[in-house]
């Protein structure tokens, strides 16, 4: 095979301590290859299991499980009270908060709730920017 994984599965210590046991190659062979199939069942019943998932939609309500933020500066633009309480004002996962003592700080903190998915275009995609 040219999968390392699959090699070191079909080389490996446990499938020649399995070989000792068993005592003939196409014993061997039988039970590695059950293995390999077995293994694939499982993956397969595992990516259906996924695919079947429902994921909560953006208003579904659900537990919060990610908190990131992070802080930004602008060394040529202040930030402004009254343009953050507008953006809080909106109902969205992503606030906005003044940094004190610094104007030209901002932090952001994103709040994304179980099942939402945090990875691609996704994640940007949800958001209405206007």
């Known amino acids: 095979s040219d999968d390392p994984e699959t090699r ?7 499938s020649f301590d399995k070989f000792t046991e068993l005592g003939k190659v196409a014993d061997w062979i039988a039970w590695r290859r059950a293995q390999f199939d077995l293994a694939e069942l499982e993956s397969e019943e595992l990516m259906r299991h996924e695919l079947e998932r429902v994921v909560p939609g953006r208003d579904a ?15 040529s633009q202040s930030i402004r009270n009254s343009a953050i309480g507008v953006w809080n004002a909106r109902d969205t996962w992503i606030k906005l908060g003044t ?32």
Do not use: M, Y
């Open 8 to 14: 070191k599965l079909i080389f490996g210590q446990a």
């Open 61 to 75: 309500p659900g537990n919060e499980k990610w908190q990131i933020r992070i802080r930004l500066h602008s060394p």
């Open 99 to 130: 940094v004190q003592n610094d104007k030209h700080a901002i932090d952001i903190t994103f709040t994304l709730k179980e099942g939402k998915r945090c990875c691609g275009p996704t994640l940007i995609a949800v958001e209405d920017w206007g």
